[in-house]
Structures are given as structure tokens and as C-alpha cells.
């Protein structure tokens, strides 16, 4: 998790503002605000919120309504990897659910939850368009297919 | 098939750059569609053409084109649906990221046919690496004067941006889509008016699928007639089929429309992982029924699918072997329903809910036999009520599982405990 500092704020204010021109409406920056937010902060803050809602125009309470929505969005803080892991059909009969349990045996991870050191938190996604090489599963903005549990080893050790 | 149309040169790393692109001809079908031909023309030879819209619903898309095309409003609305959520899909991702300068140079002419100034890629949030892939082919169009205010020195103007979903997979629904660009919630909206009339802020706006969009150039440059003689006469064209499950070669091929379920199988994926003996398959996405193995000589095409019972859906083929416990497979993909409803109608948020607790009982060993009266029921009065196809598809799918398979879910409550474990 990111500091939230003036200067960092004033960073989001101009993204936000580029964001802006893309669009017609100024409502329709929100999506991408939200991922500017991320990049900056690790997560939507409440700050965060307020700047967007300053900016744009829309109320803080419709903003978070918005971001609540989309299964994404980081709406607290997380680890410093994150670990998105499907384990939907294609995913599911491949050993998903085996990566699952290796992940809480050995790292103590739970879905939803995050190490004790904030390393890394999991998410379990609903598909991730990679089922043709499952089980697969995103780490930060990496895709890495064809998972077994040494492989995820392997991988979550390059990550510290 | 000889020739590969949408997934030609994908293996060729440098395909993703202008430069890999032109060197096999890429933007002459746009070149020769600016300077050869008027807007009502390329809708003309879409419209001959016969392609039908490759996201799920099949609907023909020069006639899509010609209803955005006469109404006076303006401006309109491009959008690229490449939100692909649908389980067992992943037939965009080849075109996203190996291929992304076909469906730019497919929605440049679309933008000129229809005079749209303006587009939107719609890109799932699961895919960070195709969002650069995207957004590097976008920078280079414009400095090559493919996209922007003079394109080609002919006074047509049309930019285009990369706009990230969030995982949520109502937006792949076109107007739940557009919701979700306008900066909302994506909930489906009430149809008519139809986005063709009233789209993105009121507009008329396309909203058509990467793969759609792909084949564009291809008509405009080798004419609709040459595009109709490829697969079926009501469904002509090439197709993407993404293949998961339990074949030996899973991945996404592009073969005629038309091909069958046993050909695409065991000819192309080489058949069943291990030797097993198949045990079903869902052809066109989790959303589409099942197919029991004695009617996988099917066509998969958008006319007779329906005929066996099922639908194309997204081209998404997912095959299960006698190792596969079908009540699992359908209590995780209820699972999914219920995480993806949006919650705008009753019938899918708690019907959803209600299908995957009652299947997690069986599943686990703990059902009675009135459990699966009472899936029925829920399953049989959620059908036809929601306000999307939504809840309809999580029902419809759930109904031809239980009636082909019916067997299983009976073995897991008489014998708590699976058949297949």
C-alpha cells in the first residue's frame, strides 16, 4: 500500500483530467480513474474517491457504488502481489481447486485473504479467457498458463 | 479450409506491428475501401456477404449496419465487444494480441461505411497483456494515418480508444456493455430502442464482436462473394472455436462454419485427453446446453444447433471425458451465474442462488430426492423471466444437464457420493 500524499493526488487530478478527453461525458473516465487509482495507491482509497468525485462530478457515494460493482477493483488494500487464479470449469477440471489448497498449505492463503507479510493476496476469478491452457492464473499483470504446483512455485518465488 | 483468414499469420511474432502486418498486404482493404468505394457500398457487400455477428447472437450484421447507417442522429458509436467473460471462451485473445491491426483496419471501415468518428475497444479486464498489444497497434495506425482526423488524406475523421472492463461478465451483454462505458453499473437495459438507435449517450451505436470485425477486410477485399463460398449457405464464412476440456490439442482453430462437433474433436484437437470415452459437450460456452456424444455429428453453425437442442453461442467448445462429474461442472458454472448476476431482476439474482445452493448439496452428498424436484422447479420458473439472458442461459443450461444426465444427479443423492470419484 502507497502513502497517500498531495503530490500523489495531483497525479491522479491530471490523469484524471486526460482520462476526460477520451470520452463525451466526464461520468465515463470512472472505469479507468478507478485503475489510475490502483497504479498509484494499490488501491481505490477513500482520497482517491474524494479526488475523482471532486473532478468529475459525480458524488463519492455513486463512485463507489460504481466501483463495488466490478470484480477487479481493489477496494482495500492488498498484497503487494496479487494472485487472480481461476478456478472456473475449464480451470476447475485441469486441478484449479488443487492450487487452491496448495496455496493455503504452503503459503497460508486463503481466497480473498492475503500473507501475513503482504506479499501476496488471491482472488478467484471467474474465468480468465485462458482455458484452452488451464489451469491458469494472473499475477500482478503477468499471465502464466499450464500450472502445476511446482510451476507455481517456481513463480511465486520470483515474485519477493 | 486452406487458407486462414482471421488467424492468418498469427504465428509471425512480428504480425503484431504495422509494419509485420503490411508486409502481407495489411490496410489495402481499407485503402481500397476509402478510394474505391461509397459508405452505402460496403454495407452492400456486407450485407451480401451473409456474416452474421460472431459473438453469440448470430444476428446479420450488414443489416445491423444499414438500421445505424439511416438514422439521422449523430454522431455514432463504434464499440468493439471484446469483453469475452464467457467460460470456455477465448477465441478473441489470438486476434487481441497477434492480430490486433485486423481489427483495427475492421473497424476503420466500419467507422467509414457507417460514418462514425468515434470507437471503443471494450477489453475485458482480464487481459493486461492485449490492452499494450492494443494500444501500441493504435499509436502506430494514427502515425501512419490509418486512424485520426485526415485518414488517408480523405477528410474522414475516426479515432479510437482502449476502454478496460473490470471483470464483470454482464458486460459482455451490448447494453450492459454500454452502461459500463458511460461510467456505470453494467446493467442490461430495455430493449427496444435498440442501440443501433440509441446506443452510447443517446447515439446510434454498432456494437459488434472482435471476431466480427475481423472478417471486415476480407469481404471488402476479396468481395462477399468469395466470403459466402466458405462454409454454409445460411452461415457462410470461417469461424473460431476455442477448445478446452479433455482433448489432447486444446486451443483455437479457425475452420468453416458449419464443421462438426466429431471433426473438431477428433480430427483437429485429436481427440479425448488419455483415451477416455467423451462424455458430453458444451459447444458454444458455459451459457450454451450440452451435447450428449451421440449427436456430436452436428454442424456447429447458428442454424442447426438449435435443431440438437443447443445454441453456438461463442464458438466455445468444452469436452468433458467419463472422468468428469457433470453435477460438479454445473454446480461451479451456477456458481459463476450467481457471482455474475448484476442483481437488476429477481428471477436470476435469487434463482441463481437458490441452483447453486441446492446443487451444492447434491454435490457434497447432502440432497434429498425433493432437492431435485425442487431444482426443476426453480430452474423451470427462472426460465423466460429475467430481464437479459442472463438467468435464462444459467436455467436453460441447468434443465438439459439434469435431462440428459439425469442418472448422475440421482446417483450423487441415493449414494452420497459421486459416480465418476
Known amino acids: ?160 | 479450409m486452406d487458407e486462414r483468414i482471421i488467424l492468418r499469420n498469427t504465428e509471425d511474432p512480428h504480425n503484431a506491428s504495422i509494419a509485420g502486418y503490411m508486409a502481407y498486404g495489411g490496410y489495402k482493404a481499407l485503402e481500397q475501401a476509402v478510394g474505391e468505394m461509397t459508405p452505402r457500398d460496403i454495407i452492400d457487400e456486407i450485407k451480401s456477404s451473409g456474416l452474421r455477428g460472431r459473438g453469440g447472437a448470430g444476428f446479420p450484421t450488414g443489416m445491423k449496419w444499414q438500421f445505424a447507417s439511416l438514422d439521422p442522429k449523430f454522431p455514432k458509436y463504434l464499440v468493439c465487444n471484446a469483453d469475452e467473460g464467457e467460460p470456455g471462451t477465448f477465441k478473441d485473445r489470438p486476434i487481441l494480441e497477434h492480430n490486433p491491426h485486423l481489427l483495427i483496419e475492421g473497424m476503420i471501415i466500419s467507422a467509414y461505411a457507417l460514418q462514425s468518428t468515434r470507437g471503443y475497444i471494450y477489453l475485458r479486464g482480464e487481459y493486461p497483456h492485449a490492452k499494450r498489444i492494443l494500444e501500441r497497434a493504435i499509436e502506430e495506425a494514427l502515425a501512419s494515418g490509418y486512424l485520426g482526423n485526415d485518414i488517408l488524406s480523405k477528410h474522414f475523421r475516426f479515432n479510437l480508444t482502449v476502454h478496460s472492463g473490470a471483470g464483470a461478465y454482464i458486460c459482455g451483454e451490448e447494453t450492459a456493455l454500454l452502461d459500463s462505458l458511460e461510467g456505470r453499473r453494467g446493467l442490461p437495459r430495455l430493449k427496444p430502442p435498440f442501440p443501433v438507435n440509441s446506443g452510447l449517450w443517446g447515439k446510434p451505436t454498432i456494437v459488434n464482436n472482435v471476431e466480427t470485425f475481423a472478417n471486415i477486410p476480407y469481404i471488402v477485399s476479396q468481395g462477399a462473394k468469395a466470403y459466402a463460398s466458405i462454409g454454409v449457405k445460411d452461415c457462410p464464412g470461417p469461424k473460431l472455436f476455442s477448445v478446452s476440456g479433455r482433448v489432447n490439442k486444446p486451443g483455437v482453430y479457425e475452420l468453416p462454419m458449419g464443421i462438426s462437433l466429431r471433426e473438431i474433436i477428433y480430427t483437429h484437437c485429436g481427440g479425448i485427453k488419455g483415451g477416455g470415452a467423451l462424455k458430453g459437450v458444451i459447444p458454444g460456452g458455459i451459457s450454451t446446453p450440452i451435447i450428449a456424444p451421440e449427436n456430436i455429428d452436428c454442424p456447429m453453425d447458428f442454424v442447426h444447433l438449435p435443431k440438437y437442442g443447443s445454441m453456438l453461442g461463442s464458438g466455445a467448445v468444452m469436452v468433458f471425458d467419463d472422468t468428469v462429474c457433470i453435477v460438479r461442472v454445473y454446480e461451479r458454472a451456477m456458481k459463476f451465474f450467481e457471482h455474475e448476476s448484476c442483481g437488476k431482476c429477481t428471477p436470476c439474482r435469487e434463482g441463481t442462488a437458490w441452483m447453486r445452493a441446492i446443487l451444492g448439496r447434491i454435490e457434497r452428498g447432502d440432497a434429498s430426492e425433493r432437492d431435485l424436484e425442487t431444482l426443476q422447479d426453480v430452474a423451470e420458473n427462472v426460465t423466460g423471466k429475467t430481464f437479459c439472458p442472463l438467468g435464462d442461459g444459467a436455467a436453460g443450461v441447468l434443465l438439459a444437464a439434469m435431462k440428459t444426465y439425469r442418472e448422475e444427479f440421482e446417483y450423487h443423492i441415493k449414494n452420497k457420493r459421486c459416480k465418476v470419484q
Open chain 1, 1 to 160: 500500500m502507497t502513502q497517500v500524499t498531495a503530490e500523489r493526488l495531483k497525479i491522479l487530478r491530471g490523469k484524471i483530467y486526460e482520462l476526460m478527453e477520451l470520452y463525451p461525458s466526464y461520468q465515463a473516465a470512472l472505469l479507468p480513474s478507478f485503475f489510475a487509482a490502483e497504479e498509484i495507491f494499490g488501491f481505490i482509497s477513500p482520497e482517491a474517491i474524494g479526488e475523482i468525485s471532486n473532478v468529475t462530478g459525480v458524488p463519492a457515494a455513486e463512485i463507489r457504488g460504481v466501483a463495488s460493482f466490478y470484480a477487479m477493483y481493489k477496494t482495500k488494500p492488498m498484497g503487494r502481489h496479487i494472485i487472480q487464479l481461476c478456478t472456473n470449469v475449464s480451470c476447475m477440471i485441469e486441478g484449479a481447486y488443487s492450487l487452491v489448497e496448495y496455496l493455503k498449505e504452503k503459503y497460508g492463503l486463503t481466497p480473498g485473504g492475503t500473507t501475513p507479510d503482504g506479499r501476496f493476496s488471491l482472488v478467484i476469478m471467474e474465468c480468465i479467457g485462458a482455458c484452452g491452457t488451464a489451469p491458469a492464473m494472473i499475477l500482478d499483470t503477468d499471465s502464466y498458463e499450464n500450472l502445476t504446483k511446482d510451476r507455481l512455485d517456481t513463480l511465486l518465488e520470483s515474485y519477493k
